[in-house]
């Protein structure tokens, strides 16, 4: 375990030697070093225009059925009858 714990303390002290890529090179945005050295624009403009507008129009809204809760059926043995309230012979 204590190989393991000082391959990665060795690998994040060499990881933290590593050149940083600067990535506007000292030119600023838009720029970057030619050739020569010297600054050179990124291409020409980018020109970015606002979309159309879209109008949607609210969708329809159709009011539900209500819910109908009907009792459950009172069901009794076979060889009765459903009297009074109850099961009865």
Not at 1 to 16: P, R
Not at 38 to 51: F, H, L, T
Not at 61 to 87: E, L
């Amino acid at each position: 375990m204590k190989y393991l714990i000082a391959a990665a303390l060795l690998a994040t002290t060499v990881a933290g030697f590593a050149p940083v890529a600067d990535a506007a090179q000292g030119c600023g945005p838009g720029f970057h070093r030619g050739p020569y050295g010297a600054c050179v624009s990124n291409r020409r403009a980018v020109v970015v225009r606002p979309g159309p507008v879209v109008v949607v129009r609210p969708p329809v809204v159709y009011r539900r059925a209500p819910v109908v809760v009907v009792p459950r059926a009172r069901v009794c043995p076979r060889g009765m009858v459903w009297v009074a309230g109850r099961c009865r012979y």
